[in-house]
């Protein structure tokens, strides 16, 4: 049974900060992995997905690494921006289903 | 293009009742999926519909059970209400092959029993 770990699961820094979330996974036969966002009381936002054989993917000011063989996937916010709180919550979908398993999420707070 | 829709946005019930939650798919999207999210936990998957049959279901007991309409709007219902099933409700959909990385997620529905 395929398990998603996300750590820590709250996190508060200054504004301008570069941070690194963490995420996971028990089982390494993923399709893929992606990594969304929630503000609260909204649904999810995709912002990055990485297939599982690429390495990494790059959206403005974050980045997303995926090593498959140690089960691993982190994701980096450059500059942080109060803008950025919010949940974030790693899902990796498993070869031949079609559904997303999720990580418990990320609270991130960004301090003025 | 309008996004995932979902209602009601909130719903009280007590234990033992009824509760059917209601969901529009994005245009061009015929497939959808529902998943469970307690608070503090990330959403769990219950099921998934694809041109109006069930493609898939999670470790959910049966009284939770979904519909698909002919316009791809879809319908959970979830009967003999338990104080656990209170969560926020997420729909999400996907374009025509069901590819789960293209979902579009809508903003729940929040359902407390009491």
């Known amino acids: 049974k395929q398990e998603v770990t996300q750590i820590p699961a709250a996190l508060s820094v200054p504004e301008g900060e570069n941070l690194v979330l963490n995420c996971s996974f028990t089982?390494?036969?993923?399709?893929?992995l992606q990594w969304f966002r929630q503000d609260p009381g909204k649904g999810l936002t995709s912002l990055l997905l990485i297939q599982s054989s690429q390495r990494e993917q790059t959206s403005g000011r974050l980045n997303a690494s995926l090593d498959k063989s140690s089960g691993r996937s982190t994701l980096y916010i450059a500059a942080s921006q109060p803008g950025d709180s919010a949940t974030y919550l790693c899902?990796?979908?498993?070869?031949?289903?079609?559904?997303?398993?999720f990580g418990q999420g990320t609270r991130l707070t960004i301090n003025p | 293009e309008t996004g995932v829709t979902q209602s009601p946005t909130h719903l009280i019930k007590t234990r033992g009742q009824q509760v059917t939650l209601r969901c529009s798919s994005q245009?061009?999207?015929?497939?959808v999926s529902w998943y469970q999210q307690a608070l503090g936990q990330g959403p769990q998957f219950i099921f998934q519909?694809?041109?109006?049959?069930?493609?898939g279901r999670g470790n959910f007991p049966p009284r939770f059970s979904g519909l698909q309409f002919p316009n791809y709007s879809s319908e959970l219902n979830v009967n003999a209400l338990e104080l656990d099933d209170s969560a926020l409700y997420l729909c999400?959909?996907?374009?025509?092959?069901?590819?789960?990385?293209?979902?579009?997620f809508g903003p729940g529905t929040r359902l407390l029993v009491l």
């Open positions: 519909y694809y041109r109006e049959e069930e493609n």
């Open positions: 245009s061009g999207h015929n497939t």
């Open positions: 089982d390494s036969a993923i399709y893929n």
């Open positions: 899902a990796v979908i498993i070869q031949g289903a079609q559904k997303l398993v």
């Open positions: 999400a959909s996907s374009p025509s092959g069901g590819r789960v990385e293209t979902q579009y």
